[in-house]
């Protein structure tokens, strides 16, 4: 018999359901965690067509084997759902209901959908006191779920003897992410816009420091991207994105770094930048960013990257011009939005995440079209640091910006 006292505490396995695949991660406990086990389940094209209960079908076969083989270690799950299963929306609570707000936000939103609001789990962010016509309100940003959805999270992992104990967005998790280089008291004076390029959405957050102000979920992305140059070439959907990921990302020339600068990265993980470069055939890439946490350095954090370089203008397809400006607008709405709640708050800078920020040409052009300072992030640098990247991790010598949520899933509570 063993006792409590004696058991081995590990970690919860952390779960990214994504449009691609499953990503799967497990780091270390303590104040200096390190990346311990990592493995990605894809999903192929024939199967992303397919509804969502064949995906599900499809993982209650391989998660067990795929978690044993990998190394995971311990049964406690935290989770990120699929997309189309979170709701994600900014609401004005009356001030008498601020209190209350979950219970109210979510009647407003099961209204809103047609549904029994006990049918609902619903989380509510403070944001800031406002008016909505005439009335003062309090913005509050909502994260809905359907109890049932919820529930088959809980028995997929049930059949591989493990169990849910955190059930959190996109968007959260992508904050959390982050939660290491917001930690200063000063933080909170610098207003951070992530921007999540994924390949079935866009997920945008905006922070002041540590604090989410800002949550919206863009439907355009980089299947957007590729159904537009497909019907434009008359070819597949799966050629376009081929085509895509190999002409977006141009040659760059990287900014001189100074001295001390290049000396303190000489041993760091690889930036995303950088590693584009590699696989793009341009300069060196032998240069990044330091890894350490501590900043009385000087040196940038490893998870918020480097700068973005400056490409070619025709680093985008011609034919996805048209579905580039319509993200654009829609990033500038963000920014308007946040603007209009906080008047005397300005952007300082965006950090570009998800698998779609592989293509530096695209960050590049959303960039300059949003007018401010950009960089490309990399929150598994830091799980990663010292030679630590597990066997499981897809490319392991390249930069993971579609790590994000998965990384920030570690920092999530668990409070299922």
Same mark, same amino acid.
């Given at each position: 018999?063993?006792?409590?006292?004696?058991? /081995?505490?590990?970690?919860?396995?952390?779960?990214?359901?994504?449009?691609?695949?499953?990503?799967?991660?497990?780091?270390?406990?303590?104040?200096?965690? /390190?990346?311990?086990?990592?493995?990605?389940?894809?999903?192929?094209?024939?199967?992303?067509?397919?509804?969502?209960?064949?995906?599900?079908?499809?993982?209650?076969?391989?998660?067990?084997?795929?978690?044993?083989?990998?190394?995971?270690?311990? #049964?406690?799950?935290?989770?990120?759902?699929?997309?189309?299963?979170?709701?994600?929306?900014?609401?004005?609570? $009356?001030?008498?209901?601020?209190?209350?707000?979950?219970?109210?936000?979510?009647?407003?939103?099961?209204?809103?959908?047609?549904?029994?609001?006990?049918?609902?789990? @619903?989380?509510? #962010?403070?944001?800031?006191?406002?008016?909505?016509?005439?009335?003062?309100? @309090?913005?509050?940003?909502?994260?809905?779920?359907?109890?049932?959805?919820?529930?088959? %999270?809980?028995?997929?992992?049930? &059949?591989?003897?493990?169990?849910?104990?955190?059930?959190?967005?996109?968007?959260?998790?992508?904050?959390?992410?982050?939660?290491?280089?917001? &930690?200063?008291?000063?933080?909170? #004076?610098?207003?951070?816009?992530?921007?999540?390029?994924? %390949?079935?959405?866009?997920?945008?957050?905006?922070?002041?420091?540590?604090?989410?102000?800002?949550?919206?979920?863009?439907?355009?992305?980089?299947?957007?991207?590729?159904?537009?140059?497909?019907?434009?070439? =008359?070819?597949?959907?799966?050629?376009?994105?081929?085509?895509?990921?190999?002409?977006?990302?141009?040659?760059?020339?990287?900014?001189?770094?100074?001295?001390?600068?290049? $000396?303190?990265?000489?041993?760091?993980?690889?930036?995303?930048?950088?590693?584009?470069?590699?696989?793009?055939?341009?300069?060196?890439?032998?240069?990044? @960013?330091?890894?350490?946490?501590?900043?009385?350095?000087?040196?940038?954090?490893?998870?918020?990257?480097?700068?973005?370089?400056?490409? #070619?203008?025709?680093?985008?397809?011609?034919?996805?011009?048209?579905?580039?400006?319509?993200?654009?607008?829609?990033?500038?709405?963000?920014?308007?939005?946040?603007?209009?709640?906080?008047?005397?708050?300005?952007?300082?800078?965006?950090?570009?995440?998800?698998?779609?920020?592989?293509? @530096?040409?695209?960050?590049?052009?959303?960039?300059?079209?949003?007018?401010?300072?950009?960089?490309?992030?990399?929150?598994?640098?830091?799980?990663?640091?010292?030679?630590?990247?597990?066997?499981?991790?897809?490319?392991?010598?390249?930069?993971?910006?579609?790590?994000?949520?998965?990384? =920030?899933?570690?920092?999530?509570?668990?409070?299922?």
């Amino acid at each position: 018999m063993s006792f409590g006292l004696f058991r /081995t505490q590990h970690s919860s396995v952390l779960a990214d359901f994504g449009s691609a695949g499953v990503k799967l991660l497990q780091s270390s406990l303590g104040d200096k965690s /390190t990346a311990i086990a990592a493995a990605f389940v894809p999903f192929t094209d024939e199967l992303r067509a397919q509804s969502i209960d064949e995906r599900f079908a499809f993982l209650s076969a391989e998660l067990p084997r795929v978690m044993r083989d990998a190394g995971f270690r311990g #049964n406690r799950i935290v989770l990120s759902p699929f997309s189309q299963h979170m709701l994600v929306q900014h609401v004005g609570v $009356a001030v008498a209901d601020a209190e209350r707000a979950d219970a109210v936000v979510g009647t407003q939103i099961a209204i809103g959908l047609g549904c029994d609001p006990t049918g609902l789990v @619903v989380r509510t #962010n403070r944001v800031c006191e406002t008016s909505r016509d005439g009335q003062p309100k @309090v913005e509050t940003i909502a994260f809905a779920m359907s109890r049932d959805d919820v529930m088959r %999270y809980v028995d997929l992992f049930k &059949r591989a003897k493990c169990s849910v104990v955190g059930v959190h967005s996109e968007i959260s998790a992508l904050v959390h992410a982050f939660d290491h280089v917001n &930690r200063r008291i000063e933080d909170v #004076n610098i207003s951070t816009m992530y921007i999540d390029l994924g %390949y079935s959405g866009t997920k945008v957050a905006i922070c002041h420091g540590a604090q989410l102000v800002f949550a919206k979920s863009v439907a355009i992305a980089g299947r957007t991207f590729d159904s537009r140059i497909a019907e434009s070439r =008359g070819i597949s959907v799966a050629q376009a994105r081929v085509l895509r990921l190999s002409e977006g990302i141009r040659p760059v020339r990287l900014a001189p770094q100074p001295a001390a600068f290049a $000396a303190a990265s000489a041993d760091a993980g690889l930036a995303i930048l950088r590693a584009a470069v590699a696989r793009s055939g341009g300069e060196s890439a032998e240069t990044s @960013v330091a890894i350490g946490d501590e900043r009385r350095s000087g040196m940038p954090p490893a998870a918020l990257g480097g700068a973005l370089p400056t490409v #070619n203008a025709r680093s985008i397809a011609v034919e996805a011009r048209e579905t580039l400006e319509s993200l654009s607008d829609e990033l500038s709405m963000c920014a308007r939005y946040h603007g209009a709640l906080f008047r005397d708050r300005r952007i300082d800078r965006v950090v570009f995440l998800g698998g779609e920020a592989r293509d @530096v040409g695209l960050c590049q052009a959303l960039a300059t079209a949003l007018r401010l300072p950009a960089k490309a992030g990399d929150p598994m640098a830091r799980l990663c640091a010292n030679g630590t990247t597990p066997a499981g991790l897809p490319d392991p010598e390249a930069a993971h910006p579609g790590w994000a949520v998965a990384c =920030g899933l570690a920092s999530s509570p668990t409070d299922l």
